[in-house]
Structures are given as C-alpha cells and as structure tokens.
C-alpha cells in the first residue's frame, strides 16, 4: 500500500469518523488503587515509567509511537465561558497505536463529548482559562491549524494520562466527499437500520458511499438524541474496516487522484519519512474505544470517562506487564 494513501485513508476515517518515549503516570503512595487524579484532573505531578496496580507491575512499551488523527468541522464556532472559539471542532479523534517492533497498529476511538480540562485561548494566541467542557471544542482556540492540532494533542495526552503523542494529522469535513469520490467510493453493508439519517441506509443495505453521502454516513448525528454519537462512532468503525479491505488493492492512478483531492484539506506535522514508514505496519480489525457513559448535559451532550476502565485500558494498550 502506498505511504501516502495509508494517511490519506486514516484521515478520511477520522472524519467519519486516523514513540519511544515514557508514558508517564501520576506517583501515588497507594498503587494498589486507581489513581486519584481522574482523566479529567489537571494535576501535573510526579511521573514515572513503572507503575504497580492491584499488585502487578507494569512497565511502558517504548516500542510504541502515538499518532493522532482528527476530523474537523471548520464550520462550527464554540463557546466555552464566555469565549468563542472559531477555528472548527474535532468531531472525530482516533488515536493510531504503532508497535514499532512488531509492525502493528491499534486503533483508540475518543468521544468528542469526553469532559476534559480545554485551555481557553482568544484571537491573538494570549492564554485565557482552563474550562470543564469537550475534548472536541479544543481544536477551535487554536489561531492556525497547526496551532489546533497541538493543542487537541496535549488534550488528548492529558485525558489518556499523559500518553505521549508523537505526531498530528487533521483532515477538514469538506475533504470527505472529494477523496471518497476519488477512490471510487467505498463498498459496505449497513449493519441496522440508520434511515433516520439517510432513506437508504436501510438495515442490510449494501451501499458504495462517496461524495455526499459517504459524509453523511460518517458525519450525521442527531444532537437532540442522548447517546447518537455512539451510533456515528459505530458506523465509523464500520467505515475504517471497509476503507483498508479496498485500500489494498488500489492502483497508482487512484493513489495520484486521492492526493490531488485531499491536499487541500490536510493539516500535519508528520515528516516524510514518518509518513514512509506508515505503510509497514498492519492495521488490527477490533477498534478500542475510550470507556464512559453519555448525557445530557447543560446546553450539549457530555461523555463522562470512566477512570477506572480507562486506566486499566491503558496498561492493556500501552504497558507490559514485568515478571
């Protein structure tokens, strides 16, 4: 498979939605229990690369490199306090976990209604406040793209305790139509009945969806209904499994025609040769997904992490355990 197109594929799924360094966990003097700064804590303490739970010791693959991909709506102001922010949101985070050594990748789904600390910034970049609020709204307090794509990689790094992430990529909503039509579209059978969104989406359906409507499929969500963002998330899933079974066997000429069609749309500080090395690794089929539980909240859905699941899903993704 081409560098190039592994990336581009990665983006796309993000938007329907995509280091060897220490993971460095919170020292507590009980390490038998779940730590007390919660993935929404803003404690920046003691750190270390071993950690012991529930009598095991764990130890930190540094085989490991973290790349974030994310889908943007550039079209949605925020509002955090009394602050606009105007630069999109991160309607999809997908973290790609990259076992250097064994050349595999897992993926990790994030809500983009998880409840984190945003860092609130205004127009000219000057820092203003640390809000309560979604992971998704920190992309918008970014002056430029770039400037986005750091901030939403320390917030996701700080949610998942301070996971180290290497490199940021983005692909913008508008993108989607353009690069599935390029492809050809992509081929799958709707797994229940998704007609709400689209009369054709019908349960059992075998649709190629490009353009218009591969975006809806990966984007629609109804705000009104509690939970709907589980739904996008499932058929996102659904849409990345899809995407890589045909990105194995795509040709040169879709490969060029996907790149003319994406570049406009792409934000990344990923070096060509990282982006290179993409395509030697293997992607696994089962999609991790950050753990919680969604409701209403005051004005918009909120996703509230449960700490303890997500602390054990990091040893599981990110540790080994020490004999």
Known sequence: MSKKI????MCILCIGAGVSVFLLLQNKKDTEELP?????SGADEGMQNTVTYQG??????TNLKNVLFLGVDKEADSVVGETVGRNGQADCILLMIMDQEAKETTLLQISRDSMTDVDIYGITGSYLATEHAQIALQYAYGESDSRSNWLMKNAVSHLLYEIPISSVMALTVDGIGEVTSAMGGVTLTVPKDYTSVDPSFAEGATLTLQG???ERYVRYRDITVTGSNNDRMERQNQFIQAMFQQMQNINAAAYESILSSADPYLTTDMSAEELHHLKDYTIHQE???VPG???????H?????????LYELILKLFYKKVD
């Open 6 to 9: 592994l990336i581009i594929s």
């Open 212 to 214: 218009d409507l591969a």
């Open 56 to 61: 095991e010791t764990y130890e930190y693959n």
């Open 293 to 299: 539980t969604a409701a209403p909240g005051e004005e």
């Open 301 to 309: 859905e909120e996703f509230t992490v449960d700490d303890q699941a």
């Open 287 to 289: 999609i991790e997904t």
């Open 36 to 40: 007390q700064a919660s993935a929404q």
